[in-house]
């Protein structure tokens, strides 16, 4: 609260209330939850960053939603002025307490999950950190990889029915890929006649990769993930020895999840990059005008070489900001949100909006929350502000948002069942219910979280505009 109070009279912001506001109901959740000394540790390390000149990202994922993280340095997006919600990030009806003897214990699983972005040159330097503050209470985490659908009829189609390794690999490109994710065997044979019909003729084959499909495949270590526990960890947790002689927990990241903290430190070249030009120029990171329309462009020109620029120069990520060409930070964040699988059919639909002003209407009710993305319900919070809208809470629209992108059917006709109801209770036209379903259903392959994809277009834009300001000095920092 302290740390929060003296972040707001240095900061200037339009509204003093409405950030006060926001301030004082996030520490209360936090409190109530007891995620205080979670949101603690994250600033510790975070500090230890800052006070070491160890370049960190502005944020990442739902924790840029937060105001209190803000405000004490773990991340840099201003949530309030970007519209992000603290909800997303952490909801009180996901989180759960155990008592026992008197102890309450936190189910680490529904955890509020912070990652942080460190140049990777420096990550090392932060676990080396980690590790001297938790001695013998930290770890790097297992993970199990399964056997894929491709995998299971590459390796049975070579044994089982003798085919060679070009066959094999003809055959695995049978199997469907729906919004980025390759379908199972079973929903392969339902939609795919070629595959369909190699596993008619192939019936011994398929019912013996069924039986393999998803099993385990063997163990490695996961690439960010550091454990952190409150007991010695090997009292709490099997203990396994990797190649090189280092200690990995022998439960995966889940059961670790419910037993610790798992804590995410991503190693980011870009922000070296960044950082070092920034020093060789002697200019203040934080005093670069991202509102400055002229940073992006750039990017409205025949952009022919795009490397460098962070979410932009990889090949399908180019061709989406060729197309829509943003200019300003909330365009290049589209950007970001719509060159993934699933969103890259909105590109054109987007980029007409951009250059027209013309959205789309799914129903006039829902026009301003969709406005500004040109109807398309692009980020996850843009589909909470729908639920909101006719009568819910910010809560109840992220358990609304976290049931369907999880796909968990138990639960979402009692949901369809709620949304009519609501409408009816509120007076609204009933077809209100029916478009606002069918968004939650559709946006669930495709929308985005808009926390994560304002804080990666701020080092998007930063990278822009150094690239193109200062040429030399950004290319030989990548010497």
């Known amino acids: 609260k302290a740390l929060c109070n003296k972040a707001m009279k240095d900061k200037s912001f339009s509204s003093k209330k409405v950030y006060k506001d926001r301030l004082k109901m996030e520490l209360s959740v936090l409190n109530e939850l007891g995620f205080v000394d979670y949101i603690l540790l994250n600033w510790d390390i975070i500090n230890f960053c800052h006070e070491n000149e160890i370049p960190v990202g502005p944020g990442r994922g739902s924790a840029a939603g937060s105001l209190v993280l803000y405000l004490i340095g773990v991340t840099n997006v201003d949530p ?85 390794e070009k066959d094999v690999n003809a055959i695995s490109d049978f199997i469907p890929k729906k919004f980025g994710k390759v379908a199972s065997l079973s929903q392969s044979e ?27 495949k063997n163990t490695g270590v996961h690439p960010s993930g550091i454990a952190i526990s409150y007991y010695e960890i090997a009292d709490i947790c099997p203990m396994q020895s990797t190649n090189d002689g280092s200690w990995v927990t022998a439960y995966d990241m889940n059961w670790v999840a419910e037993l610790m903290v ?18 060789s120029l002697d200019i203040d990171i934080y005093e670069i005008d991202l509102n400055d329309k002229s940073i992006f462009n750039p990017l ?34 589209a950007v970001i949100a719509i060159a993934r699988p699933g969103a890259l059919e909105f590109s054109d639909m987007y980029a ?10 799914v129903h006039d009710f829902f026009s301003d929350v969709l ?28 358990q609304l948002r976290r049931i369907i992108g999880k796909k968990k059917t138990e639960l979402m006709p009692e949901w369809q069942d709620k949304i009519s109801k609501k409408v009816s209770e509120s007076n609204l ?6 478009v606002l379903w069918r968004v939650a259903e559709d946006s669930a392959n495709y929308s985005f979280n808009k926390s994560h994809s304002i804080a990666y277009a701020t080092l998007a834009a930063l990278a822009t505009y150094l690239k193109f300001n200062y040429f030399q000095n950004f290319f030989l920092s990548f010497l």
């Not at 798992?262 to 920034?278: A, N």
């Not at 007409?352 to 209407?361: E, P």
Request: hydrophobic share 35%.
């Open 190 to 216: 339902e939609e795919s006649e070629r595959f369909a019909e190699w596993a008619k003729e192939n019936k011994r084959c398929i019912e013996i990769a069924k039986k393999i499909e998803g099993l385990n």
């Open 300 to 333: 409205q020109d025949s952009l022919r070489c795009p490397h460098g620029l962070f979410q932009i120069e990889a090949d399908t990520n180019f061709r989406v900001c060729q197309n829509i060409k943003p200019r300003s930070l909330e365009e290049l964040s």
């Open 371 to 398: 406005s500004y993305t040109g109807g398309i319900p692009l980020y996850q919070e843009q589909l909470m502000k729908m639920i909101v809208k006719i009568g819910f809470s910010l809560d109840e629209a992220e």
């Open 80 to 164: 309030v002025k970007y519209d992000l919600f603290f909800e997303r990030f952490v909801s009180k009806s996901r989180a759960k307490k155990i008592e026992q003897d008197g102890i309450t214990y936190l189910d680490g699983s529904l955890l509020a999950d912070v990652d942080n972005d460190i140049a990777y040159e420096h990550r090392q330097k932060v676990i080396d950190y980690i590790e001297w503050k938790n001695p013998r209470r930290t770890s790097k985490i297992l993970t199990l990889n399964t056997l894929s659908s491709k995998l299971c009829v590459k390796e049975c189609g070579k044994i089982v029915s003798e085919l060679s």
């Open 352 to 361: 007409n909006y951009i250059r027209t002003g013309n959205a789309q209407v």
């Open 429 to 434: 036209d009933p077809a209100i219910s029916d």
């Open 262 to 279: 798992k804590f995410d430190i991503l190693g980011l070249r870009t922000l070296s990059v960044i950082y070092d030009v920034c020093k």
